[in-house]
Structure formats: C-alpha cells, structure tokens
C-alpha cells in the first residue's frame, strides 16, 4: 500500500511520494480538480492554436510582411512554445509526479526560462518599433526596416538562448543535482542569480517599456489634437496618422496585459517568497504564462487585417493559387 503512494515504486526509498489527491469523501473537491486540470489543459491548446493562427497568417501571406508584424510573428512564436511546452509542464509538476527524468527536466527548466526572457525580449522590441513609428514617423521606414527586424529578433532569440544556459549551467553539468529524490522536477537559483532574474526579466524590461510607451501616449495625445484640426484636403494624410496612433494603442494593451500578468509573479516572490501556498504560487505562476494565451485575443479584437487573415486561412482559401498575395491592411 505504501509503494503504490510513490511515483517510482520499484525505486522505493529513492523515489518522491505522489502529490495528495482529493479526498475521496469530498467528491465536491474531486471535481472542482478534475475540472480545473481539464480547464488549464484546454488553455494550454487554446494557446497553441491562437499563436499558431498568428504564426501562419503572417508568414503566408506577403502583404503582412512589414517590420512590426515581424516582431508580432516572434512574440507569437515564443508564446506558443509556451503553451506547448510551459504550460503543460507546470500543470504536470503541480498534480502528478515528474515522469521524464532530470535530464529532461534540465532541458524542460532551460526551454522555460528561454522562451520567457523571449517574451520580455520582443516585447521591447515592439515597444521600440512603436517608439520610432510615432515619435519619428517620417524616418521611421529607413531607420526600422524588414532587415533590421529580422536582425533584431535574432539577437533577441540568441540572448534568450545564452539566458537560459547561464540559469541551468549548473544542471546542465549535474542533472537532477538539487534533486532530493526522483520525480521531482525543480530549479534552484542561488542569490545573486535569482536578484539577476529579477533585474533581466522584469526591472530593466518594465522601466524600459513603461518610458517608451509614456513618451509613445504623450506624442500620440498631442498628435491627435492636430489631426482634429486638420482641414478636408489633407484627410489621406490624417488618415495614415491616425493608423499609426491605432497600432501604438493596441500595441500599448499588448503591454499592459504582459505587465498585469507578469507583476503579480515578481511582486508575490518579493513580498511572500515561500510563505505563500503552493496553489497561490501555482496560480500566480500560471497567470505569469497565460499572457501568451491572451496576446492573440488583443490581435483578434484590435486588428481587422488579423481576423481576416484568420477567416481566409479556416476557410481553406488559402489553399487557392495566389491567396498568399491577399491584401488584408
């Protein structure tokens, strides 16, 4: 009876005990568990095929091609490795024991903290992109061009590579060494790494997105007190503003969602640490990744060129000769 608690019983005394199920008295409990894992399992596909949606969209069709979808196509890529990957592994981790072993932890924990710091990286790239669109709009096409953006996001996705190696070098050597038995799946940063992780992934990107975009809102605000005085003749030109002032705007929710969802994770870490429950921690850290499921919804709601491109590719029409040539802006 005992063994059958453990999650590697032939291992006995080396292996982790099962995570305590409900119990079965309280069938009321059972339930509610049974349907919050099958409600988080269906948020992690939901997540996954809202990002690729935007993964295909704007690779197929050429019209969407442009320097700041690029940076999109990056987010979106990050984010649906976040829902493949990151998600799923937390709902395994906090319900049932780790049944990979610790060098696929070791690989689980760096692909986390990769596509993470990936997140952040990209989205500071779109709040530069957006920067440079309104504050500088007449050398904005020279300056933020489709090479650049490729550029950009390369050196975004290598830094997040080198991020996540730092982070785990040390199970990378040893794997499973902060192990206290088998199916356990943890990381464990000393000090000075977790201070560095506050820092990299949620400080410096914070400050850096939240001084761009208030210098973005104040140069949109005085823009658009100007656009209502222009006169009949120069509407064409009003109008291609007024594009600008919309994206900065959708893109300025983009970043107040990432923001709602990543500053309660920091904030409880710093104020609580390990005082806080395991399903307060669970969930704080589940919202720090549901962000990834709500950035397609902000595109889905915001960006007419997206639902259309969206409705052609569900349609199949995307399978017709030329549909990549569509023009959906």
């Given at each position: 009876?005992?063994?059958?608690?453990?999650?590697?019983?032939?291992?006995?005394?080396?292996?982790?005990?099962?995570?305590?199920?409900?119990?079965?008295?309280?069938?009321?409990?059972?339930?509610?568990?049974?349907?919050?894992?099958?409600?988080?399992?269906?948020?992690?596909?939901?997540?996954?095929?809202?990002?690729?949606?935007?993964?295909?969209?704007?690779?197929?069709?050429?019209?969407?091609?442009?320097?700041?979808?690029?940076?999109?196509?990056?987010?979106?890529?990050?984010?649906?490795?976040?829902?493949?990957?990151?998600?799923?592994?937390?709902?395994?981790?906090?319900?049932?024991?780790?049944?990979?072993?610790?060098?696929?932890?070791?690989?689980?924990?760096?692909?986390?903290?990769?596509?993470?710091?990936?997140?952040?990286?990209?989205?500071?790239?779109?709040?530069?992109?957006?920067?440079?669109?309104?504050?500088?709009?007449?050398?904005?096409?020279?300056?933020?061009?489709?090479?650049?953006?490729?550029?950009?996001?390369?050196?975004?996705?290598?830094?997040?590579?080198?991020?996540?190696?730092?982070?785990?070098?040390?199970?990378?050597?040893?794997?499973?060494?902060?192990?206290?038995c088998q199916g356990e799946c943890v990381v464990?940063?000393?000090?000075?790494?977790?201070?560095?992780?506050l820092v990299l992934t949620f400080v410096l990107?914070?400050?850096?997105?939240?001084?761009?975009?208030?210098?973005?809102?104040?140069?949109?605000?005085?823009?658009?007190?100007?656009?209502?005085?222009?006169?009949?003749?120069?509407?064409?030109?009003?109008?291609?503003?007024?594009?600008?002032?919309?994206?900065?705007?959708?893109?300025?929710?983009?970043?107040?969602?990432?923001?709602?969802?990543?500053?309660?994770?920091?904030?409880?870490?710093?104020?609580?640490?390990?005082?806080?429950?395991?399903?307060?921690?669970?969930?704080?850290?589940?919202?720090?990744?549901?962000?990834?499921?709500?950035?397609?919804?902000?595109?889905?709601?915001?960006?007419?060129?997206?639902?259309?491109?969206?409705?052609?590719?569900?349609?199949?029409?995307?399978?017709?000769?030329?549909?990549?040539?569509?023009?959906?802006?």
């Amino acid at each position: 009876m005992e063994s059958e608690l453990l999650c590697f019983p032939q291992l006995l005394n080396a292996s982790c005990r099962r995570p305590p199920p409900p119990r079965s008295e309280s069938r009321l409990r059972l339930l509610l568990v049974l349907l919050l894992q099958a409600s988080l399992y269906f948020i992690c596909g939901l997540t996954v095929a809202l990002n690729l949606l935007v993964v295909v969209c704007i690779s197929y069709f050429r019209r969407l091609h442009s320097p700041t979808n690029t940076l999109l196509l990056s987010l979106a890529v990050a984010d649906l490795l976040v829902g493949l990957l990151s998600m799923p592994g937390e709902v395994v981790r906090r319900w049932s024991c780790w049944p990979l072993g610790d060098a696929a932890c070791c690989l689980y924990n760096f692909l986390s903290y990769v596509v993470t710091s990936a997140s952040v990286g990209n989205m500071v790239l779109i709040s530069a992109d957006r920067h440079a669109a309104v504050c500088d709009p007449l050398r904005y096409p020279g300056r933020v061009t489709p090479r650049r953006a490729r550029l950009a996001v390369l050196l975004c996705w290598l830094c997040s590579l080198l991020y996540g190696a730092v982070f785990v070098r040390e199970e990378f050597v040893d794997p499973g060494r902060h192990h206290s038995c088998q199916g356990e799946c943890v990381v464990v940063l000393d000090f000075l790494s977790g201070v560095l992780d506050l820092v990299l992934t949620f400080v410096l990107p914070v400050a850096v997105i939240v001084l761009l975009y208030l210098r973005v809102f104040a140069v949109a605000a005085s823009q658009a007190r100007a656009l209502r005085s222009r006169v009949a003749a120069r509407r064409p030109q009003a109008h291609a503003k007024r594009s600008e002032l919309k994206a900065a705007r959708t893109l300025g929710v983009l970043v107040l969602v990432f923001l709602l969802c990543f500053c309660p994770f920091y904030c409880v870490s710093l104020a609580l640490g390990e005082s806080l429950s395991s399903d307060a921690q669970f969930f704080v850290f589940f919202l720090f990744y549901f962000n990834s499921s709500v950035n397609p919804l902000i595109y889905a709601l915001f960006y007419p060129w997206f639902r259309k491109a969206v409705r052609h590719t569900l349609t199949l029409r995307i399978l017709q000769p030329g549909s990549s040539q569509t023009n959906f802006l």
